[in-house]
């Protein structure tokens, strides 16, 4: 099976990170002479300090060479001052203290300057066309919008655990269920712990597979609700070797979902988003997304502020499989 | 890791022309959440019990079970609506008719509230996932609050120690 070149795992960022670049209207004006830049740039902080946009730099280097002036600053934003006219505005209208020294500052104009810190590289390249910003860049998220986070191995390994799910969702539906299969995976032993389709159509109205999967896990660590016997292809590893690495674990016997992965073929809901909070997930893995999803379409649960447990969440595993599920 | 509501919810097929419980009733049905609520802090859960009532009779009531059964999901409400879809199918009702049009609730949950405090998902328009719901909060909150409190001040016995860290 060597059906990982045709699909990437795309990380599912927060608003703050996949936004895109919000602009702001700023007055900037050439360093004509070189020699005043530093008492230009301590006065103009002075007169309009800019709090609110630490990763804006004060100075950049001009962009066509054949101007006779190096560097340009930013004065001041346009919404900090009054200005009638804007097409001669006059350094005067935008710095109204006498005690400033404008020599060595041409005439103003319009630039227009990113309102946040990149937090991304797409984000960073795309506010460095208006304005050079600083950038703490994570390695990581680059690598994963490249979908270069995972090695050939990881990626077969997922496509291992998303062939599970794929193939539960195929029982279910055989049953009359709605296409969805779902599996959780002990990462550590890349054991998996259960294994679950979608059972909304049987009795339960809320038994969609993840709400499922994560009472199997809850039965294969001794507790549980529902009996699953119906349901040959919902199953829990009962096996020896995954009791002793459950066993076997540093800090202690497993404790719901933590440390665990779950591969499911369509984005969650919301109550199943919410129910992988609860149940302290580790990561998740989707393949297609899903009108209402609330892990990246409707809400993104995994990075909402005020909860207390934040995962990671990619999509895109085996998207074509997943989504010729819908499909039917 | 749970929510803080104590609830009584009622439940009325005609979703658009229900009845609004009168105070004096609310009051009754909540009082009895109440009660599934300290049952739940006396079986070391989070202390949060639901009603579910459909023309004047309960027809689920729960408590958090989740300790008891390993699984984060096992809410009052979810326990309660295992009840209210073991009534239909003794009656014969499509418990999809029983789409719930009002929910009152004690006390709001910063931390996880899914009606108003961290989302509202009672009034997001979610056509896939179901209808939206009116929500009455903070029925005798502060109550609902020192419950809580009182459950966190005792160590929950199942969560696994925080790793120390320097
Ligand atoms: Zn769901
Ligand atoms: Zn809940």
Redesign the pocket.
Known sequence: MDECDTWDVLPVLSDEQSRDTELLAAYAAPIIEKRQTSRLVKELSQIHPLPSLQHIKRVRACKDKSTPHPLEVIVCLASDVQVTDCKGVMLTDLIPSQSFDSSGLGVPFLVKIPANPPLTRPQFEKASKHWPTSFHEDKQVTSALRGQLFTADQKAKMQEYMTAAVQAAKSGEEMGMDAVGAVIVDPESEQIAAVAHDCKRGSHPLH????VCIDLVACGQGGGTYDYEKYPACLFNSSETFRNACNGKENGLPYICTGYDLYVTRE??V??AMALVHSRINRVFYGATSADGALGTKYKIHCQKDLNHHFEVFKGVMLNACEALEKK | MIPMEMEAESVKPEKSNFLQPLDSEIQRWMSKAFDMALEALENGEVPVGCLMVYNNEIIGKGRNEVNETKNATRHAEMVALDQVLNWCCCREKDPKETDIPLVVYGCKNERFGGCGSVLDVSSDHLPHTGTSFKCIAGYRAEEAVEMLKMFYKQENPNAPKPKVRK
């Open positions: 969609h597979a993840v709400m969650p809901c109550m199943c």
